[in-house]
Structure formats: structure tokens, C-alpha cells
């Protein structure tokens, strides 16, 4: 079995540069998985996307190295072994804000002994191999995202569940519950020293630190953090940010401010 | 941000006439949203209609001046969330049986401080506008469901949730829960007693009741009794209808009792 | 193999009642097909169908004993066969003008030795029977569309041209073609001369003759002058019709022209 | 209403042989359908199918006699109904660990006063008749699908839910739980005794019992044990041995092991 | 009957920013709906979309005042009048070499008795109104492309065919056909001779001039010398290439050249 | 740019086992890419599939090194293109009767000056390779179907066109249109006869042979006649075979006989 390139890259201190999948489509999804991204999640959560439209897209992606990710919409059982079953090598849920969430979030996405999984890896036994059972365990990559107050209250009891292997930091979200405003970057300032306790608290634990942004400035910056998993720029994003640009250029006008959008 | 046209309407004491979309098509969507409807309701409960089939129905709708309508299939977050991200102007829970369902209802599709839901309004924010982040918890209409013995008993515990905007009842549910016949119209006396039992409470409390019907006659009736969100046919039972007619004028034999389907 | 129940309603001496489908779904073709109608026609030419969706429609028409048609965009050979594969007991052809256009349809839906069409029926060897092959030059119905002034010059080159089964009439193409108003039903003295003549030779030649029409009384009254294969109502205005009723009874005001869609 | 032939069948002490849909797609659902299975199960809980997916799949097993049956994904109240509501004549509900789970289940596909079911069966009263609100609580079967260690403790708390129609055993999630190797066929010693005793406490609360096979002789085998349900190969399993088989013929050389797949 | 807004825009002296779709998929095609564009050309030739997947695409548009254009795959008859059919308020049709394509390409978009296009405007009537069956021979617009050394020579006798509105030019086609480069932008000297050409004599017969651009550097001299259809920048082209400016900003590298894809 | 491995397979005097895809969907696609076939042919022709559900398919294929192969429904310019332009290395063209059926075959498959494809290779640029322009011409395999007593009679016509690489034999309609039974294999003398001299003629026009199989036993007898491309089994065949043995073993009956579908 293929290693999970994820954990490759952060064994050797890396840090992955992720895209961003809303646009419930394969051909797109193929377009970027071409682009160099170290991976591409489907965000089933926000993104307009569910099962059925992930499935060719986690397809698309496969055509290339890029790792497939997958955030789900809520932490629930069918939908993440769905998932797995698809071939996703990493999860990202949103709104883990206990330790029971955390241990949820494991079980579900462990067979047993280590959790409850249930069997029947369809697509990911033909994608990764004949060893995904023995080894699926250790090559899915669980992403808890902390992004509430609550969750930042409970952040040690989260993050020393064992076998969950990183947070996922959803700035935006974590804003609104602290009272700030809801952007990726340039947070207030509340905001910015939640994240930077996230970070260090997963350092403290063992755990990989990842997080969304809205421009590879503040991605760079972030890096140089410590986090190691960049989310920077969706598919919709993209291509709106561009679209703005050429007709802007056109008019011969200052374009919008691009990266209005979700 | 263009206000929501429910809320318009109702300010100034009108009646909704609600359409209802069973059938996962854009096309039938926007045929229907064509025909003068103040609002229309995909049924993603009992409508044969998931997550993707509802996104180009949405934007059907969009094509017209109609206000689209979601009922999801339960009281879950991950559908509700998604359901808002993708523009939805309103959501019917069903089966709001207890105050802890309504106050979910209310926390999962308003943000902070208000409630939790989760930011990422990749839709709404391209077709409500820019300011949808700060207007949406006033924008967004929720309609509980109170179709159960069980909401029945704990209907002013339910009704008086904060940020409950409307009750929205099934005759066939309540009736079926009370002992009677499963019906839209014309149903049995303890289900009509309960029927305005519930909308006086709701007039109580301040919130808009909306109800299901099967016929224009019914739902006359019921906007005579103060109703103020009244839905009359679906897609389906409308094309099924008329084929009924027509093919009954076609042999010259009467026609079936329309409307039988659900 | 289940002999074609078009042939049998004809042979003796019926005619069918034809419904419409312009919706691209299954479900809609379904419920539609349970309401009675002797066939149900998807209409790949003016619809808003194209293959890929018209088959879980020939599925949906399948599960009763309604007779699926379909009508094909335009005389080409590789849609009319993939077609007949997909399980049509029966295709309409637009704008047969002259008798080559006609020499073509036979030729491109009959096996060899009377035509051309390549071997291949891959769904219609699953639902019609393990004797397909054998049959169904003689199973499969072809309607040649006459419904321009260049057809009816034409007509009896036309329909003397050998394993044509009926031929179907547009009235509005028809009417138009005429320089006459492009309506279903009430059409101009000139169309309906035409129209008259049309069936006249169809009998003359041992044909069948279909007509489109807008109202169950019209299709009743073409049914009176020999007409044997009527459509009256496709599932998109059956739908709008109702739903413009239903507003209108709800609205207390006159209901809008009710058919006034294509 | 046509009785469930799975009732029939077993009522007359007969034993279902059950295909097994894990491909998304209706032709090859009907493909399936005409190859002579008593039923056909829709998985979606470990096949790559959704409920919009699944819709036309049902559609295309209704072309025939096979039983539709449906693996929901999760015991989860919406997605059970909706199954149901698209003419589901069975359900198969994963992981029912506890007398409380069994009980939701039960409750939750069946219209009061037995359980609470939201009644709005669309599809259901299209393809199963009128009377399908009066019957269906008798006409649906549920089955339990016993496979985990905590199950094999709860059996008799959960097989004597009244209303529990039939128990499904995994037998590679239940090998997994009981910590053996996950396998259909050929389980280990431990796993082994537990299908014994799952089947013989079925046996003893009048409950059908049916379990997942790997290949026709491990079926025939816990047939003449006296399960009564025996699935036996998916569609994507025998196409993917067929074609193993045929390439290794092609290249002269042993075929791979057949039906190594999920 | 709301106007064409090309044609007001181009009556003005104005000329249209038009982008380019080519991702099947409508809320890729909604989002670029929403970025300023005065058109979109929907790509069934070299995009990845076919029919089906256009409804939607031509929904989402539709949702704003951006003008809906198709280009089709070629020219055939039953293409061309189903997206007329479908709402498209110009087409675009690839490869228009002789005097007898032009016609055909006017004949089959317009009703008689200008032309033979079919009638059944199904979706067109829905959103463009009642009247268009008598307004639109003179609301659609028709641009020939031409884009090959044959088409060069018979420009005049193409562009004299009566209803034609517009060319529109394929830089890389016409440049390949002449034995240059393939490119959209900086062509070599002969085929910028040729599109020179084109536009002159497109002005000399009263014809508004269209051309695809690879940047709007170029496009805005295509402007200054007269062209009033400026296409630049697709969907996929503009995700691709902000993704790769993305990635090479994060890696710290120069980007890879942007726009190397079609 | 990678070569295509067909070409090579054949230069170094192997032959290419081809499995064949009727199912239109992406997971069953995606399946058999997984089991070993060189190369797999997606059936646009006699499969249920057209252009948009094979765009997920092709993704799928790509997934692995297996080469994908595209039957087209006709010989038409359109459909051609944009099967390359989705990244089809190989094209089947049905029914190439005559030189100039052939000359078009070539001339619409190759870019100028070699022919007029028109350019915009836009999945075929991403998964090619960007030098695809420049190469496609070499790279794209263009097989002629010779199949007809007309393609008979002019087999050294088509067979000496220029640029034309291969040819394929469909027994059925070949024995169909040579009075003998439709079959694939065990064809009556006079196919036989056909299908060898069609094979003599390929050989000495330096072209590879290819021809469909209904089972192992005759491709293998095939390939040592001289075929190279050998298709046997398809994805809905293998499926349904392996169902019918499947349920004949749990019946304790005679199996149906294997392979009677198309
Ligand atoms: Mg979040
Ligand atoms: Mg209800
Ligand atoms: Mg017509
Ligand atoms: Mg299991
Ligand atoms: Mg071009
Ligand atoms: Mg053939």
C-alpha cells in the first residue's frame, strides 16, 4: 500500500499546501488536482457537494499524486465511513468541540480493535490496495477542527484523544464565536491568539496544525508559524478572483476586492 | 440585501399561496416558479429531492421573483447548514416535538451569538449579497413543524423559543399521531380542534402559522382562519391530476379522484 | 417477446391516448406513467431531454404497461438507434420532407436485410424479450413527422415508402410552414386542410395517422375523423396548467390562459 | 396492494437469494434485475451509492419482480423514511447494537400508533397501491444487522422488539469486532459460533434470519443451516471477477483470486 | 418581450465582455454569472459539456442580466434549434466555410418563413415571453465562425447570407488552417492578416466582429481595431491559472506560464 | 507526452486485450480499469451512454495505466472531436463503408494540415501533456469499423486511406448484413470468410486488425489469426454472466447460458 503522502511530507517537516473543492464537478476538480497542490479537500460542509458529486471527484484527483481529502458536513457516523470507503486518505470535521466529539471522530474512523468502523472499503480497497484493511488505521489522517469557543475551552481533553492526528482551524468560524468578524485572515486580535494557543497546544500534543486562508500571504505567514497543512484559494474562489480581474482589466477599472466570496 | 419577501408580505398581514417541488429537476422547478407562487418548497423530506437535485432547483427559483423554500429531511445540523449555505430563504423542520427541538432548530441556523451555526454561506452570499453574513439571522425564516400528540402537548414550550419565526403543520402527521385518518383536507374533528388549537397559540406567541393543504377550497378556509403560509398541490400531484382529467376526458368516463397521491 | 401494444390497440381499430415528456426526469415519467395513458412519448426534439436522461425515463415508463415512444431530435441515424437499444417501442421523427428522408428512417431502423441498423440492443434485449433480434423490425413503430409544405408536396411519395408504420402531424410546425399561426389545436382553414389531407392519404395508404393537440377536446374531435394515435398534454403544462389554476383559485381572480406553454 | 414476495416466500418456509448494488446506476440495476434474484439490496451504506442515486435504481427493479431492498447508511431517522417513502419493500438498518436501537428502528418506519413514521409515501403509493398507508407497517420488513460484539450481548434484548421482522448478520464486521479476520466466508471459529447463536436466537423469536456470502457454497451451506435471506455476490464483485477471469484466460496465466473485492 | 441585450449593447457601439464556459456544472457557471461578464458563452464544441448538462448552466445564468450564449458542438440542426429551444439568446457555430453553411446555420435558427427551424420554444417561452414566437427570428443572434482557409476565401459570400449577425473568430483555428501556430492571442502575421481581414469585411457588411482572446491585453486591442465580442478567459482557464499562482506563490517559485490550457 | 501504449503494445507485435463499457457510470468504469485489460473501450454507440456520463468514465480509466478507447454513435464531425478533445486515445468509428466514410474518419481526428479537427484539447492538453498539440496527430489511434457488405466491397479503398491506423470488426452486424446470424462468435462461414479477408487485406495495408469477442476461447483463436485489438466481455455482460452462475448455484439448477445479452 501506497504511504499516505500527507504523512510523508509532515514526517519530513514539511508543510502541505492544500486546495480547496466547492464546485461539485469532476472536470474541475480535475483541472486542479493538475495545478501542483499537495492536496485537494471536497468540502461537503460548505461547498456545494455532497456523496454522490464527491465520488468522480475524488476520482478526478486520483488521475494525479494530489492526496484527497474530504471535510464532511457534521460529525456523523454514515457520512465519514462513507467517506473512507470512497477513498479519502484524510477526513477534516467540523465542529469538534469535546473530547467526546474527538473520540467520535476516532472511532468512527478506525476499525477495531481501535474504534468501530464499519467494514466494506469498496473504492478505497481498489485504490490503495489490498492491505487497506490492515493498514487504513494508520494511512487515514483525522482532522478535528477547533473553531468554537467551546472548543477552545476543551482544547487539551480534544487533542489528547488518541489517534486523532491534527486540528484543523477554521478562522472564520472561531471569529464569530469569539465575537470577532468571520474572515480567513487578518483576524482581530482575540481571534489571532486563539489560533496561536491552537497551534501550540497541538505542538504540545503531537499533533499537526492546519488552517484556512484566504491569500497565500497570510498562508506563508502561518507557515512560518509552524502550521503544516496550508488550505489557500477554492476552485470558486479561483475563478472568480480571475473573472473579476479580466473584466475589471476590460473596463478598464479598478477591479472588486477579490476573494469576496466564501 | 433585498429583505426576504415572506417577511414583506407578511408584515403587511398578506397570505403566502406556497407551491411544493417533489420532482429533482431544474426544469419542473423553474416551470412552477414561472406560475405566480409567492414562495415554493422543496421537499427534501418526503419529495423524492436530496442535497444536489435541491442546487439547480434553487437556482431556478432564482430565475423568478418566488421565494425558495427548503424542508429538510430531519432536525440534523449538517443538512440545515447546508441547506442556508446554498440560499435558501427558509427551512420547515419537521417533527419539532419538544423545546430543545425548536431551540436547536433556531441555534443551528443562526450564527453567533445567537446560535451556532457554522460560517460558509458560499451561495447565499452570491445571491442575497455581500452583507448576508451580518443580515442572515433576521433574513432567514424558520418554520417548526408541529405535527405530533407529543408538540401538541408542548406546543407554547416550543413556540415560545426565541427566533422561531412560523409553525408550520401536517395534517396527514398530526391527524395520523391523534388516532385519525392521514389526510391534507377535510380531516377528522380532533385534528381540526388541534389544527386551531395550534395556530391560536401561534397568534399567542406571535409567530406565523402556515399549514399543508390539498385544494385551493381548503386552503381559502384556512387563510380565513389566519394562516398566513398556505401551501396548495405539488408538481407532482398537479401534472398527475391533470393527466387524470385528461385522460379521463380522452375515454369519456370520469375521471379518477385527483389529488390522491401524497 | 410481448407483442407491441400500439400494433394491438390499432389492429383493433383504437386509437391511443399519447402523453408527453418534456421533463428530464424519472420520477416525473413515472408518475405520469401510472396515470392511465395507452403510451407516454419522451420528446428529445423540443423537450428539454437528451439520451442520457431519457433512460431511467424508459425504466420509470417500464414499470407499467404504458408503451414508451420516444421522439428523436432530428433524422440522424446514430440517436435513432441508440434509441431503439435504449428499449423505444416506438420513434417519431421530425420533418420527414421528402422520400428519401422516409427511405432513411426504415432503412435506419430496421436490421438487414430491409435497412441498416447496426445490431446492438442492449437494454431492448433485456425488457422486450431474447427474441428481439428476430422481431423487431416488425415491433418497433416509426411515425415519419409530416409538418411542413414541403411534406405535404411530398406526402404520398412519402407514405408509399415500405415499412413505414403512421405518420404524425405538428400542427403548429405545420401551420407555420403554411404561413398560418403556430397553434395545437383550432388551427388556420389552410393547416387544417392539410391536416385533413394528411390523414386522407395516410388511410389511403394503410397508415396510421398521429396528431399533437393542445385539449382533450380537439384530440377527441381528430379522434371522430380517424386520427388513432392523439397526444394531448405533456406533464410540463399539465403542471403549469394546474399550478396556474390553483394560484388563481387562491388569488380569487381568473386563472391565466391555462396551455398556454409548448 | 401485492403482498412482499420476501414475506411469501418465507411464509412458505422458502429462502431469498439476494443480489447486491453497490454500482450508482440504474442499467445496471435492471441488468441485475433480469437475471432471476428473489431480491435486489441497494447498499448505501458501503456501496458508492446515495439516496438521489438510488431512486432510478429502484425505478429499474420495479421493471420486474425482484423485492427492492435498501442498506440505509446509518440508524438514522431521515434517510430511513426516505427510503421507505421511494418504495423501499425492505430496509436493512447497520450496527443495531442495543434493545433501544432495535426500538428506533422499528419506530421509526412504522406509522403510529405502532411507531412514527412521518407519513408522505410518494413513491411508495405510486408503485405499491391506495391502500399502501393502511398496509405498510405490515408490508415493509426490517432487518437488524447484527455484527457486533455489543449486539452478540444484546441479541435477545434486541431480536424481541416487537415489530422486528428479520436480523442481518455482516459476518466481516462481526469477525472484526469479535477480533477476527474481516471475512464473508470461511470466519473464524469465534466468529463462526456467534452466527450460530445469532441465527439460533432468531430462530427462537420467530425472526428470519440472513447473512452476507462471499460465494454460493458458503451460502448453500447457512442456507441448510437455516438462514432464509442469503445475499450472494454485488454487481461490481461479479464484474470484476468475470473480468478477471477473462484477462487472465487472455493471458494465459491464473486468474487472480476471485471476489477479493468488498 | 425583454431585448437582447447584445443587440442594445452592440447598437450602442458597445462592445460585449464575454467569458467562456467549459465546465459542466451550474454553480460554476452561476458564480462567473455574478462577476460582471455582459455574456457567457456556454461551449458544447470544445468545452466538456454536452445538452444535459447546458439546462442548468442556462438556469444559472438566467439568475442575472448576464445575455446567455451557446456555442454548439457543429452544425446540425438538432443542436442548434434544441439550445435556441433551451433559452440561448445567440449561438455560436464552429466552422462556417461556405456560402450554403451560413445559410443552413440561419435557416435552422430561424422560423419560417424566414427559415425551418421547428417549433416548440419550450424553456425560451418560459423565460423570455409570450411573444417570442413572433419576435424571436430577430432576438436571437447568430455568429459564424470563421476560423479556417476555406471560410477565408468565401468570406464575402458567407457573410452576405441575410440573418447573419455576426462572425466570431477562433484565433487558433483559423491559424492552424493557415499553416501557423495555434494560439489565441499574438498570432503569427498571416493569420493576423486574416482576422484584419475579417473584420473588415465583417464591418463592410454590417456585421458586428467577435474573437476569442487569451488575455485582455490582447482582447482590448482587438477592441481598439473594432471587434465588438471580446471572449476572454474561460472558467477552467481562469481556476487553473489563479491555482497556479497560488501554488508558486506558496512554494516561493515563479509560476508557471498561466493560460497554457484551452 | 506519454505514447500511447496501444501503439507500443502493437510495434513490439503484441496484441491488446480490450474490455468493453456499456454501464454508464464512473465507480463500474473505474472497476474495471483495476482488473488488468491494456485498454477499455467506452460503447457510445450500443452502450447506454453518451457524451457527459463518459466524461467520469474516461477520468476513471485514468486512474490507472490502462488505455481509454471511445466507440463513437456515428461517423459525425462533432461527436468525434470532442471525444478527443475529453482525452480519448483511440476512436472506434461504426459503419465506415466507403473511402470517403474513411477519409472523413481520418480528416475530422487530425489537426491541419493533416486533416480538420478543430483545435481544443482541453481535458486532452491536461492529461496528455502540453505538447499535445504538436503529437496528437500520431498519438490518437483511429480505428475504422468494417462491418457492412458495402465496407466489404470497398476494403481496399478504406483500407489504403491515409492515416487510418486500424480496423474493427463487428461479427454481428457484419453476419446481419451478410445474411447470416447476428453473432459475436462461432459466425457462419460466410462471416468467417469476411472477417479473414478483411484481416488479410488489414495485414497488407500495414494495418492492425482488431474485432470483438464474445468469449477468451475465440479472441485467443482470433489472436493467433492475427488480430491485435482484441475486445471480449463487457462490463454489463461479465456482470449478468457471473449473476446468472450465482443464482443457478443457489438454485441448484442449470446455469442460463452465459453471454446472451449484448
Ligand atoms: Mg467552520
Ligand atoms: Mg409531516
Ligand atoms: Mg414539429
Ligand atoms: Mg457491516
Ligand atoms: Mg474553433
Ligand atoms: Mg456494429
Not at 476538480?29 to 468540502?43: K, P
Not at 474530504?70 to 457516523?77: D, F, M
Not at 462513507?82 to 474527538?102: F, H, Q, S, W, Y
Not at 484566504?214 to 498562508?219: D, Y
Amino acid at each position: 500500500m501506497t504511504p499516505n503522502r500527507l504523512r510523508t511530507l509532515w514526517q519530513s517537516g514539511g508543510a502541505a499546501v492544500n486546495g480547496w473543492l466547492a464546485i461539485p464537478n469532476s472536470f474541475s476538480a480535475e483541472t486542479m488536482a493538475h495545478q501542483g497542490w499537495d492536496s485537494l479537500t471536497i468540502d461537503l460542509q460548505h461547498g456545494v457537494v455532497d456523496y454522490q458529486a464527491m465520488l468522480p471527484m475524488l476520482q478526478a484527483i486520483q488521475t494525479t499524486e494530489t492526496v484527497p481529502v474530504v471535510r464532511v458536513p457534521w460529525l456523523e457516523p454514515g457520512i465519514l465511513m462513507k467517506t473512507l470507503d470512497a477513498g479519502a486518505a484524510a477526513v477534516i470535521c467540523p465542529m469538534v468541540n469535546t473530547r467526546e466529539d474527538a473520540q467520535k471522530l476516532v472511532a468512527w474512523t478506525s476499525y477495531a480493535p481501535r474504534g468501530t468502523r464499519s467494514f466494506g472499503p469498496i473504492r478505497a480497497l481498489l485504490v490503495h490496495g489490498a492491505d487497506y484493511p490492515e493498514e487504513a488505521n494508520d494511512f487515514v489522517v483525522r482532522f478535528a477542527m477547533i473553531e468554537t469557543a467551546q472548543a477552545l475551552d476543551n482544547v487539551d481533553a480534544i487533542l489528547s484523544v488518541e489517534g486523532l492526528d491534527a486540528v484543523y482551524i477554521g478562522p472564520s468560524d472561531l471569529s464569530l464565536s469569539l465575537g470577532c468578524r468571520p474572515v480567513f485572515d487578518d483576524v482581530d486580535p482575540t481571534a489571532q491568539q486563539a489560533i496561536e494557543h491552537i497551534l501550540a497546544r497541538a505542538k504540545a500534543h503531537g499533533l499537526v496544525a492546519g488552517i484556512h486562508n484566504g491569500s497565500p500571504r497570510v498562508a506563508l505567514e502561518r507557515q512560518a508559524l509552524g502550521f503544516q497543512f496550508l488550505t489557500v484559494g477554492s476552485d470558486a474562489r479561483l475563478m472568480a478572483a480571475g473573472a473579476q480581474q479580466t473584466v475589471a482589466a476590460m473596463r478598464a477599472q479598478a477591479p472588486a476586492q477579490p476573494g469576496s466570496g466564501y
